[in-house]
């Protein structure tokens, strides 16, 4: 059960965090601040999968992860400061002139932290096949209160996150999140001239 909702969660993160990586990306193309407009709802629900899957791999099987910190440091501070680099580009970017630097910095924290995570993967990889314990395993044995979340409250929570997922994607599907609109200065730029 441990390892079916971790991968449920992990695919989860992996998704939606992947598919605003992209379309940060993205956001270099011609037309990347419509990108980057059209993101936000994906944005916020990419941030609490992976803070979900964070925070249930700690409570479920934090001692099995213990054991990998030595191995991740490194890959997972790297992939933090791209993930904070992202962010402070997609948040100051629309405040501040929503133009080619802002779009580059997001797109390079975007990939930077891409790569962070792959490494943070790789790193996991590398050391369960040195002999590090994977988390679920007997060694590292969860507390009964864990136990007790993992069989009765967590697959709750999950089903009822990622349905109110979906309701809230569909229900933003296409609206302008304005604390995240890339494209109000061109839109105010192309009315002024117009007029």
């Known amino acids: 059960m441990t390892i079916a909702l971790l991968a449920a969660?992990?695919?989860g993160s992996v998704v939606v965090e992947g598919c605003v990586i992209?379309?940060?990306?993205?956001?270099?193309?011609?037309g990347g601040a419509r990108h980057l407009t059209a993101l936000g709802a994906g944005f916020l629900a990419?941030?609490?999968w992976t803070i979900g899957l964070l925070g249930a791999a700690h409570g479920l099987v934090g001692p099995g992860l213990h054991a990998l910190v030595p191995w991740i440091t490194v890959p997972a501070t790297v992939a933090l400061v791209g993930w904070?680099?992202?962010?402070?580009?997609?948040?100051?970017?629309?405040?501040?002139g929503p133009g080619a630097g802002w779009r580059l910095?997001?797109?390079?924290?975007?990939?930077?932290?891409?790569?962070?995570?792959?490494?943070v993967?790789?790193?996991?990889?590398?050391?369960w096949a040195s002999g590090a314990p994977p988390p679920w395993s007997p060694?590292?044995?969860s507390s009964p209160?864990?136990?007790?979340?993992l069989h009765a409250v967590l697959p709750v929570a999950l089903a009822l996150g990622v349905a109110l997922q979906l309701v809230w994607l569909l229900a933003l599907r296409g609206a302008r999140i304005p604390m995240l609109d890339w494209t109000h200065r061109e839109r105010a730029s192309a009315q002024r001239t117009t007029s």
């Open 22 to 30: 992209a379309r940060c990306l993205a956001g270099l193309a011609p």
């Open 121 to 127: 993967a790789s790193a996991v990889a590398l050391a």
């Open 9 to 11: 969660l992990a695919a």
């Open 105 to 119: 910095l997001v797109a390079a924290g975007a990939a930077v932290q891409g790569c962070g995570t792959a490494l």
């Open 139 to 141: 060694e590292a044995a």
């Open 145 to 149: 209160l864990a136990t007790a979340v």
């Open 46 to 48: 990419g941030e609490l």
């Open 84 to 96: 904070v680099v992202r962010d402070a580009g997609l948040w100051l970017g629309p405040r501040f």
